[in-house]
């Protein structure tokens, strides 16, 4: 076995882990506990505001395209009527 081989194998042989672990591990997962109802309680209104905001950003948003559309589809009609009045005899 060259010593490349040798350091590979070396390197990724199986280790067990450190005492206690699992238990560090497990205590790092758990969600946070709110101690303060008053911070739970902002962070809520904090939520729910944003979505608000983001709601009415999307609103605005579709009625900008909306408004688009119609000077696009009026402009249409007026190069339609102006072509029809040009037209007739």
């Given at each position: 076995m060259d010593p490349?081989?040798?350091?590979?194998?070396?390197?990724?042989?199986?280790?067990d882990a450190p005492a206690g672990f699992a238990a560090r591990v497990s205590?790092?997962?758990?969600?946070?506990?709110?101690?303060?109802p008053a911070l739970a309680a902002g962070l809520m209104l904090l939520?729910?505001?944003g979505g608000f905001a983001?709601?009415?950003?999307?609103?605005?948003?579709?009625?900008?395209?909306?408004?688009a559309?119609?000077?696009i589809t009026a402009g249409k009609l007026n190069h339609i009527q102006t072509h029809i009045r040009e037209t007739r005899p």
């Open positions: 490349l081989e040798q350091q590979l194998k070396q390197a990724l042989a199986r280790v205590v790092a997962a758990r969600p946070p506990v709110w101690r303060s939520a729910v505001g983001w709601r009415q950003h999307q609103g605005e948003v579709a009625k900008e395209q909306v408004m559309a119609m000077r």
